[in-house]
């Protein structure tokens, strides 16, 4: 795979390099549904009927297929890389509104005209009819290669006798204005269906107008279903008469009044540009195309490679991280908890205390604290005689030592105490804390609870 070529609702197209030993290399063209509709059994069917349709298919104006395979359950086809545009490109094409040449013009036609017939006479192994129908002949499955040869693409709505794919009652295939007036009715179809559709296209190729056009989908339907036909001769007296009548032969509402069959309109087309002294030519599309589009190398077969990642992009790799081992992963939580435990002493230690001095006789019972839950003035279980001493080790720390307070100083309130309910904060005071002196707001940085940094 190499790049993605074309794109649509119901399938991508990419360019693909085939390998082969002592270097051979091939472009050609994967197909694949669109991937929202790979799980649709209805799109994949139809996928399937192309497939089938299209490997039967071998001329020079059909585009050829080379393999079906599936990749990860999804199906995809193998097509000849066509090196040039389609028809409704080459339309808008140009600095200026222009239409085509008419030998340019006619001899996309004559070569369309020419796959068609193809198409329509197909065979299986055994000899036995196809009837294929394209149903989707429109400017957009009209290729001109860049040497100005013709191809036919885009069998993924074709009709055929061998198809799985059945169409439902009221479901319409193929594109809107491009359809013939027994498309639009939803009644059963032939050969000459294609040939009302590739009239449409001649008449846009030959004019630069769109044939059946209107406000909404029902006012273009209705056209089409009354083949409301203006004459090119109505907006341009100098059309040639004899082309005149070669569209409108293509355009006409009963089947039976059209051309019998594609190849009969491929040469009404050859002898209504030898009636202008003119010629069919691939010659002259080629060097149409190249005046429109300039010289157009093959793309590259080498695959898209992925860009160096830059200094200032993180690229987030596919592939997992390497996780500590459950061991380093338990020391890590230790060490943690210990570095914790730590900071927790070194704020107790750095607490401010009252500089009074305090007596036995002020000393309450201890059992009696541990019993009740009494934790005194200061929030705190008040240590007793009967409690063993422990010294307290001294931590280094970078915070300075507090100030003394004298016995006259008011008594500096006591830290608060933090709870966490249902993902909210909730400040506890202490009942005994004093509320006379107003509360001083800490400088930025200081506070325990501030989000400014330190």
């Not at 059945?166 to 639009?184: D, F, I, R, W």
């Not at 059309?239 to 355009?251: Q, Y």
């Not at 195309?289 to 093959?298: A, E, I, R, S, T």
Request: glycine share 6%; proline share 9%; with cysteine.
């Amino acid at each position: 795979m190499i790049d993605l070529l074309a794109q649509g609702g119901m399938a991508e197209v990419y360019t693909a390099r085939v390998e082969g030993p002592d270097g051979f290399s091939k472009l050609v063209a994967i197909k694949l549904i669109a991937a929202n509709l790979r799980h649709e059994h209805d799109f994949v069917a139809m996928f399937l009927d192309e497939a089938r349709v299209a490997a039967r298919l071998h001329h020079p104006n059909v585009v050829g297929v080379i393999d079906y395979g599936r990749e990860r359950a999804a199906p995809f086809l193998v097509m000849e890389y066509v090196h040039g545009r389609d028809l409704r490109t080459l339309l808008r094409a140009g600095s200026q509104p222009s239409r085509l040449p008419v030998t340019v013009a006619l001899t996309i036609i004559r070569d369309a005209c020419l796959g068609l017939h193809h198409v329509h006479n197909a065979r299986d192994e055994a000899g036995v009819p196809l009837h294929v129908v394209h149903r989707d002949v429109s400017p957009s499955n009209v290729m001109v290669r860049y040497d100005g040869v013709v191809k036919l693409v885009d069998f993924g709505v074709a009709k055929a006798a061998t198809q799985a794919a059945v169409t439902g009652s009221g479901v319409l295939k193929g594109k809107l204005g491009y359809m013939s007036p027994e498309q639009c009715l939803g009644v059963d179809i032939d050969h000459r269906s294609d040939i009302f559709a590739i009239g449409i296209t001649a008449f846009e190729a030959l004019t630069s107008r769109r044939l059946f056009r209107g406000p909404n989908e029902a006012a273009i339907l209705n056209r089409i279903i009354s083949c409301d036909v203006p004459r090119p001769t109505s907006f341009d007296p100098e059309f040639p008469p004899l082309l005149e009548a070669v569209l409108l032969r293509a355009l006409q509402r009963d089947p039976e009044a059209r051309f019998p069959s594609a190849l009969a309109m491929a040469e009404a087309i050859e002898a209504a540009i030898e009636s202008l002294g003119a010629r069919c030519s691939n010659d002259a599309v080629a060097n149409h195309m190249h005046l429109v589009f300039g010289d157009v190398p093959l793309p590259s077969v080498e695959p898209v490679t992925r860009p160096e990642p830059r200094d200032d992009v993180t690229i987030v790799e596919s592939e997992p991280r390497a996780t500590p081992r459950r061991g380093a992963r338990r020391q890590l939580v230790f060490a943690v908890a210990g570095a914790m435990g730590l900071g927790a002493m070194a704020t107790a230690l750095a607490l401010p205390r009252q500089a009074s001095v305090t007596t036995a006789s002020d000393v309450p019972d201890v059992s009696r604290a541990l019993e009740t839950g009494d934790r005194g003035t200061t929030g705190a279980v008040v240590p007793g005689p009967a409690l063993p001493i422990v010294a307290p080790v001294v931590l280094p720390s970078s915070a300075p030592s507090p100030p003394a307070t004298t016995a006259n100083e008011q008594r500096v309130a006591p830290p608060r105490r933090e709870r966490w309910q249902t993902g909210k904060r909730r400040v506890v005071q202490p009942a005994s804390v004093a509320t006379d002196a107003p509360p001083q707001k800490p400088p930025p940085g200081t506070s325990p609870d501030s989000m400014m940094p330190r």
